[in-house]
Each structure stands twice: as structure tokens, then as C-alpha cells.
């Protein structure tokens, strides 16, 4: 089980590398990574949420029926004009769930785990998890896309909530 670093941690708000080394050591942190989404019941986890500035995440839709998919080095090569509204939470702001505004279908190209390069369209969940992991590498995070306000309240209430438990 790896720790899952939260909204404040500066390692969300740091700039990733490209993975360059397809060795065992990525297998490993790769394998970590799965247990620990599983674990915390997710669907999506990218390297920064764990610490680790690397371009890289995984995405277990497993759950509902759909597979396992890693994505390292990934690029977003097309989205859809089509946009909409669906409910995201994260593994970084937990307990927080709000309706962002994203393409419907993304193209994207990524390398897999021994370093070839695969294409992949999603729609529905998949294309959803994809962008909001990739966001995380590029040190976004799903309440960057709210409206200012909304997202200020968001924050406020996290660092109230985190605050109270600490106290505890
Ligand atoms: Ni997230």
C-alpha cells in the first residue's frame, strides 16, 4: 500500500518527467499502485497522487465490468467538440464530488508497460478517468476546472475537514 498525498501536498503542484526506464522497478510501483487504487476503492490513479513526478497512471474499471488499463507517457492527441457534465470525485480531495465539464471522447497515445506504444478511443467512464488522470500530470486537479468560487469553497471545506480530524 503506497500513500495517497492530499490537496495540499505540494507534490500535486509539481511538474512530471517522462518515464524513460521500462525496468522492473516500474513493474513494481506499477503493481503498488493497483493495490493501493483497489484499496481505496477508486477508479483512477496517477504517480503524483502517490508521490512519485513521473507520467504515468492507471485506470481499474474492473468494478463495473471493465478492464485494467496503464498509460505511461500518455499524450491526448484529439477530444471531442461534444462536452459534458459528470459527477468526479478524487483520491486527493476525498469526500468531495463535483459536476465538471469535460470532452465526451478522447484519442490518446501512450506506451505501455514494456514501452510500446498502443492508441486507445474511449468514451463514457474511460474517457472521463483519462482526462482527470491526466490532468494530475500536468498538476491539475478536477477542482481547477469549477468555477473560481465554487472551487475557493471546495478547498475551504477540505482544509476544515482535515483540520477537525487532526484535532481529534
Ligand atoms: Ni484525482
Redesign the pocket.
Known sequence: MLDIYKLDDEVLRTDTKDVDKFDSALKILVDAMFETLTEADGV?L?AP?VGVSKKLFIVDLSASGGDKYVFINPEILETSIEEGFYEEG???IPGFYRKVKRPLRVKVQAQDLNGKYFNIEADGLLARVIQ??ND?LHKT??IDHLEEEEKEKVIKAYRKKTSKKRKK
Open positions: 483512477g496517477a497522487q478524487c483520491l486527493s482527470h488522470e494530475h486537479l478536477f
